[in-house]
């Protein structure tokens, strides 16, 4: 068994179907119910936000047998992933209805590059750093000629400052590379960046730097922040607006056109990735992270996005 960094939570393992499909159950979750660029760490780390306490566990439903089910939705992703030339890792995190799923994935372990998924860790830590008001939406942060990367952006000067929440803005609708140099310094650089993903859940990632990652990590990122333990409704109030309806759209939001899709994507040539919380899926919010190696491009996100309609899909006709 493996316990979570940050939250004391128990984690049971079972292999099915062949080692593929892997069902991490935490004890106590239900029925909350229960895939970027690099930079140059800063020199000069400085503290971390603290997380908040993991809410109190909720009594634990009488299990519904979905063995079927879940045996189809494998066999389905994967062939969807091999007709699109690609390979993938899946995990599946429910967080309503009856008898949710804590943790469904395929090679959720598997170490992926995490691309721009970093700024995810990133943005929930500013928002919870605003949400316990050790930051301010109005903070200004200045501009270091070290801080530059390729990316939307041009009018980075020396010394020009800009808001918290203008840089969080190009970082989650953008995914502007400079800004999250920005913010990534301010924080401490990766050194704090990963010390806080790993308080978040995220055990096995490198962010930054080498900036890897895996679908099972990326859930438990957004586990932690959807049930509150990165500073709760305030926190949530100023992100998920942040990272909903932004320039990249065409993976796990195409997928789902029928619910309000949160997310944080990577891509990087034929490196694709997709982070999302679905917040009003047909039986309740789920978690979804898909991280991918195939044709890049459109024909990629054509693979994320019909693997997303698949787990939609699959969740229609869950227990309610």
Not at 37 to 48: D, M
Not at 96 to 116: E, F, N, Q, V, Y
Request: proline share 8%; hydrophobic share 45%; aromatic share 8%.
């Amino acid at each position: 068994m493996l316990k979570l960094a940050g939250a004391g939570l128990t984690v049971v393992v079972l292999l099915l179907l062949s080692g593929l499909f892997v069902v991490v159950v935490f004890p106590g979750v239900v029925p909350l119910v229960l895939v970027g660029s690099r930079g140059t760490p800063s020199p000069s780390p400085v503290a971390i936000v603290t997380p908040s306490p993991s809410p109190s566990p909720s009594p634990t439903a009488k299990p519904v047998n979905r063995t079927a089910a879940v045996a189809a939705l494998t066999s389905d992703l994967n062939k969807i992933a091999v007709a699109g030339g690609a390979k993938a890792s899946v995990s599946l995190v429910e967080l309503g209805g009856t008898a949710p799923t804590a943790m469904l994935s395929i090679k959720g372990d598997s170490p992926w590059p995490a691309d721009s998924t970093y700024k995810l860790p990133l943005l929930i830590a500013e928002a919870q750093g605003i949400a316990s008001g050790k930051l301010k939406p109005t903070d200004k942060v200045c501009y270091k000629s070290s801080d530059y990367e390729s990316g939307w952006f041009d009018d980075y000067v020396p010394g020009k400052c800009f808001t918290r929440n203008v840089l969080a803005q190009r970082v989650g609708h953008y995914s502007d590379n400079t800004a999250a140099r920005i913010l990534v310094r301010d924080l401490g650089g990766s050194t704090a960046l990963n010390a806080f993903a790993r308080s978040m859940g995220a055990v096995q990632s490198k962010f930054w730097v080498p900036n890897t990652t895996t679908t099972a990590d990326l859930a438990r990122l957004w586990w932690y922040e959807a049930v509150g333990a990165a500073g709760g409704a305030a926190a949530q109030g100023w992100l998920y607006p942040l990272i909903t309806k932004t320039y990249w759209e065409s993976g796990i939001p195409a997928g789902t056109p029928k619910a309000t899709v949160v997310h944080k994507v990577g891509y990087n040539g034929r490196s694709i990735n997709d982070a999302a919380l679905v917040l009003n899926g047909p039986k309740g919010a789920y978690i979804l992270t898909i991280c991918s190696n195939g044709p890049g491009g459109a024909a990629g996100w054509k693979v994320i996005s019909r693997m997303a309609a698949r787990v939609y899909q699959f969740e229609t006709a869950r227990p309610a």
